[in-house]
């Protein structure tokens, strides 16, 4: 309120440094502190110096990481003037706690969210249809696919010393399904949700693991949070309008800090810096903008080059993400010098059954509704009615008879 009341630009400012901070603090000392403590007690420790910190044994707050960005984004935009402060409390209150997103986002905002949240709805049988398809689909990714990615994941992940390098290849492809279906199922959840109750919310996952590059991979993966580093980091910190060498230390500062939202572990820094790392080649040679489209759109099957890179995408991300599920840098070194081992060609010693082929059939489905918001949204639409339904029936028996063991979610830090 202070900040759209401010006449001066200096005023403005300064009330603007405030909130962030403020924001910003409790996000700081909730997730980080320990880190940061622990981190500067080993760098002590290095130069002799022995340290025992003060760590706090604090409870971390459910989303705080969403509705911290929700916050920021709310008292940037107002600086921005690209909306005027709410001040009706209640509004505010539902636009940064609305419990569809808090979990697991997406990360909305205000100029989205608000005005939604502040006119009148009236029920829409269509549109809350087409939520609970949505909810339906993101159930079946998370208890079918995520949970039962989870239990061969943490088994391969928590004794990797012990499994030949093919068994380590497939933990990591079982993480990269695990992740997806964790995160994105999450999302569709609450985007379903939310149109029950007349709300739209942002998109936050289109098609990553179908990407042709790993610029494309960003622009379809988490897509609120990297829209949100683009617009209020990436852009204030001049884009790419500037030298070679202001386009690549903003590079990576983006995916630094992306990394470094995820966790408060140097796991998650260094596997953004593996990312920027991947995306540099493509921005120096101005090729990051190259698949804008959906794969083989209005076409059944992917040409032979478009396939070749998609395997070669999805090969690099899951090579970042044993990095990023990895419980130390040591861990994942460790792990990804087992997969090169003399036994990567060998028959894993873990054989998930039949989980790979719900994972194929997950994956077939994707591709076919790969150019919908989601994947079911319209796909069956010109069955007969009595199969179209059959379908349903099989995703809703399928979350009781393939419901995995372990109901875990990845992101619960956040």
Known sequence: ?????????????????????????????????????????????????????????????????????????????????????????????????????????????????????????????????????????????????????????????????????????????????????????????ALGTARLLGIELLRNFAYPYFSRDIAEFWRRWHISLSSWFRDYVYFPLGGSRGSLGLQVRNTFIIFLLSGFWHGANWTFIAWGGLNAIFFLPLLLSNNNRNHIEIVAKGQVLPSLGDFFRIVTTFIITTFAWIIFRAESINHAISYIGGIFSTSLFTVPQIKPGYLLTLIAVFICIEWLGREEPYAIARLGYKWPRIIKYAFYYLIVIALFVFAGDQQQFIYFQF
């Not at 269509?126 to 994941?153: H, P």
């Open 1 to 189: 309120m202070y900040i759209g009341q401010a006449t001066k630009v200096s005023t403005k400012k300064i009330w603007l440094i405030v909130s962030v901070s403020v924001n910003l603090s409790f996000l700081g000392v909730l997730k980080y502190y320990n880190f940061f403590a622990d981190s500067f007690a080993t760098v002590l420790s290095g130069l002799n110096f022995n340290v025992t910190p003060a760590f706090l044994n604090l409870v971390l707050p459910v989303g705080i990481s969403f509705y911290t960005f929700h916050g920021l984004s709310y008292v940037i935009d107002i600086y921005k003037e690209r909306i005027k402060p709410e001040r009706n409390f209640i509004d505010y209150a539902v636009f940064v706690s609305f419990f569809p997103l808090l979990v697991a986002g997406p990360i909305e905002r205000a100029t989205h969210l608000l005005p939604q949240i502040q006119r009148k709805r009236k029920f829409d049988y269509n549109q809350a249809m087409d939520g609970l398809r949505q909810v339906l689909w993101g159930l079946f990714k998370k208890v079918v696919i995520a949970d039962n990615c989870a239990e061969y994941v943490n088994l391969i992940f928590d004794h990797s010393d012990t499994y030949s390098g093919s068994t380590l290849l497939l933990g990591a492809f079982l993480f990269s399904m695990q992740i997806y279906g964790d995160f994105s199922g999450y999302s569709d959840m």
